[in-house]
């Protein structure tokens, strides 16, 4: 799938899902330990969950098909100072990756379609 569509999103005014802060599902599992290892945070947008759970000390892994949210979400890493990897992937197709992470999750990119089993591990 191409990225064009969802890159518009990002071209001018946030889009209504890019909050400017993270998911309060996000801080609540991280706060409560939840999150652990390396993670993924697939259709991660403008990178809010993603840094947040990096500013917490762990390895965090956000992928998206629009480059100019991911432009954002560097931009964003860079100011604050905070260690995170952003990477153009289609969240359908993330076995291309060729990564292992110990925790996944989407804020709302795949509830259109089958959802993600509930498994501690995923080959990427």
Same mark, same amino acid.
């Given at each position: 799938?191409?990225?064009?569509?969802?890159?518009?999103?990002?071209?001018?005014?946030?889009?209504?899902? #890019?909050? &400017?802060?993270?998911?309060?599902?996000?801080?609540?599992? +991280?706060?409560?330990? *939840?999150?652990? =290892?390396?993670? @993924?945070?697939?259709?991660?947008?403008?990178?809010?969950?993603?840094?947040?759970?990096?500013?917490?000390?762990?390895?965090?892994?956000?992928?998206?098909?629009?480059?100019?949210?991911?432009?954002?979400?560097?931009?964003?890493?860079? #100011?604050? &100072?905070?260690?995170?990897?952003?990477?153009?992937?289609? +969240?359908?197709?993330? *076995?291309?990756? =060729?990564?292992? @992470?110990?925790?996944?999750?989407?804020?709302?990119?795949?509830?259109?379609?089958?959802?993600?089993?509930?498994?501690?591990?995923?080959?990427?």
């Amino acid at each position: 799938m191409t990225g064009l569509p969802w890159d518009a999103s990002y071209q001018g005014d946030p889009p209504p899902w #890019d909050i &400017g802060q993270p998911q309060p599902a996000i801080v609540r599992l +991280a706060s409560e330990g *939840e999150l652990a =290892g390396a993670v @993924l945070d697939a259709g991660c947008g403008t990178g809010e969950n993603a840094l947040h759970v990096a500013s917490l000390g762990l390895s965090v892994l956000g992928v998206d098909v629009a480059e100019t949210a991911l432009a954002i979400a560097r931009k964003k890493a860079a #100011d604050r &100072g905070i260690e995170v990897e952003f990477a153009a992937a289609d +969240a359908f197709r993330l *076995e291309r990756l =060729g990564r292992m @992470l110990r925790r996944c999750w989407t804020a709302g990119c795949c509830t259109h379609s089958t959802p993600m089993s509930n498994r501690d591990t995923w080959r990427v």
